[in-house]
């Protein structure tokens, strides 16, 4: 296994079911996964919230959340999660702090590059 794999079989990950998802091919995981660290959605998804636009913000918050599902990136996943379903529900209230919570999270993904 890969130190990649291992690092984030480490901080709770779902490495087997992401490694499933990509025919035990780590390289090519590796590849995905420095496009998901640097995914243009994280930073629409501020966008979307800065202007209070729920409708883009539950788009890009979405659209993280099911590239990060199929990586298997289980602790950033239940953060995104936390952002779709009250953005889904038209709610803004506490999303920007929500959102810092993710760049938190995600900063620990990116040291792994």
Wanted: net charge negative; glycine share 6%; charged share 25%.
């Amino acid at each position: 296994m890969s130190k990649l794999t291992e690092e984030l079989r480490t901080m709770g990950c779902d490495m087997d079911g992401a490694l499933n998802r990509f025919l035990q091919d780590e390289e090519f995981y590796a590849e995905c996964y420095a496009q998901v660290m640097s995914d243009p959605s994280f930073d629409q998804l501020k966008s979307a919230l800065d202007a209070g636009d729920v409708e883009e913000a539950f788009h890009c918050a979405h659209t993280l959340k099911g590239v990060i599902a199929n990586m298997g990136l289980t602790p950033l996943l239940n953060i995104v999660v936390d952002l779709v379903e009250p953005l889904r529900a038209g709610k803004l209230d506490g999303m920007q702090e929500k959102y810092a919570a993710l760049l938190a999270e995600r900063k620990k993904y990116e040291a792994l590059l």
